[in-house]
């Protein structure tokens, strides 16, 4: 039986959400997200709290978190972010949003392109030092809005470099929503064949109705790790669209029993967790 991986994306979900969700909500969420089973759980973030205020509770969150199952992911935008986040021994990945836009990348991380790779250099260092790995999330992979030029080619290139710079944990992100089965088809095969020591993430975007042919383009190209939110919540809010969201997590599951594919989760514990995340995103908005 072959085997999907996956990243739940609490952090993702929750970081656009002006109204300041309690800790200790946030972490019976977190707790119970681990009692699920998901291979990699991206919950926080070591960012500044001017930047993203809901995250501003992820040192306190951090040591309390305690699972042999999951490994946890933070995300940062810089060195000093990394460095606080390796201080915590049940940090297994940390988490870096490098931008195929120009545009994008000083908006997110105040930084241009080739600065960005500068920093990543100095936080794979920092991660081979403390037993760390490093995630680049290629974010605008499929295309941006600031009618900037993107194409294929760029965004396997930029791919290659950070290869050849280490890192092998490489997502391709789908910051808007603009990802469709054929573009993801071509990035994905072209970049496993290219590339096929890399572990390939997708996270994607996108509205309810194109959500499982977007699963179904991706695996079919080879990829086997998937970035997912519980009932989609969450996403980029500079999409156009309001359903664009995360790709839901019971999508994948969906995907994953309709084809046989193995999936290391509790299901009972997975509607415990769905019962939480309800609560936390009907009354925080």
């Not at 994306?9 to 009692?35: H, N, S, V, W």
């Not at 509205?207 to 970035?227: L, M, N």
């Amino acid at each position: 039986m072959s085997r999907i991986y996956i990243t739940e994306c609490p952090r993702d979900a929750m970081q656009g959400i002006k109204t300041f969700i309690p800790t200790e909500l946030k972490l019976e969420y977190l707790q119970q997200l681990l009692k699920v089973g998901f291979d990699y759980l991206d919950y926080g973030s070591f960012v500044s709290p001017k930047a993203i205020p809901q995250m501003q509770d992820t040192p306190q969150i951090t040591p309390l978190l305690q699972n042999q199952q999951t490994a946890l992911l933070a995300i940062i935008a810089n060195l000093r972010g990394a460095e606080d986040a390796v201080k915590f021994d049940n940090v297994k990945y940390l988490g870096f949003p490098l931008s195929v836009s120009e545009t994008f990348q000083h908006r997110n991380t105040n930084a241009s392109i080739e600065e960005a790779y500068q920093r990543i250099q100095e936080i794979q260092t920092l991660c081979n030092q403390h037993q760390k790995h490093l995630r680049v999330y290629l974010s605008m992979a499929f295309g941006n809005p600031y009618h900037e030029e993107w194409n294929a080619e760029k965004v396997i290139s930029m791919a290659q470099r950070l290869r050849d710079m280490g890192i092998k944990n490489i997502a391709l992100a789908d910051t808007i929503g603009c990802s469709t089965k054929e573009n993801i088809t071509y990035l994905f095969s072209r970049l496993i064949k290219a590339l096929p020591d890399v572990k390939w993430i997708a996270h994607l975007h996108s509205t309810p109705h194109t959500a499982y042919e977007k699963i179904e383009a991706a695996y079919q190209s080879g990829c086997r790790y998937f970035d997912t939110a519980l009932m989609g919540f969450g996403g980029c809010p500079m999409a156009k669209d309001e359903l664009t969201g995360n790709i839901a997590t019971e999508t994948l599951i969906l995907f994953a029993q309709k084809n046989n594919l193995e999936l290391n989760i509790n299901l009972d514990e997975l509607n415990n967790a769905q019962s939480i995340a309800q609560k936390i995103f009907n009354q925080y908005h």
